[in-house]
């Protein structure tokens, strides 16, 4: 990936990784604007190529845990921060 094609990211990684359930993970929102997609098109792709995942790589948060993150609406999925690939 040649640096041009690099989207400009506003955070640091560090920054967004979060512990849930004793494991370092990145939610699908942060992941997605690190990649410069949509929340959609993240979850999308992951859904339709499910051999390029770990089977590990995702998992959904309870409301428990979503609440105790800030809290949003939905149940966002939470991924690895090792390992993803798209």
Request: glycine share 8%; net charge positive; no cysteine.
């Amino acid at each position: 990936m040649s640096e041009d094609s690099v989207p400009a990211v506003s955070m640091r990684v560090e920054e967004i990784i979060t512990s849930v359930r004793g494991e370092r993970v990145i939610l699908d929102h942060h992941l997605a604007r690190l990649y410069g997609v949509t929340t959609k098109t993240l979850n999308q792709v992951v859904r339709r190529n499910p051999g390029r995942f770990p089977p590990d790589f995702m998992f959904r948060l309870t409301m428990h845990e979503v609440t105790g993150l800030g809290g949003r609406r939905l149940r966002p999925p939470a991924r690895s921060p090792i390992g993803h690939s798209l």
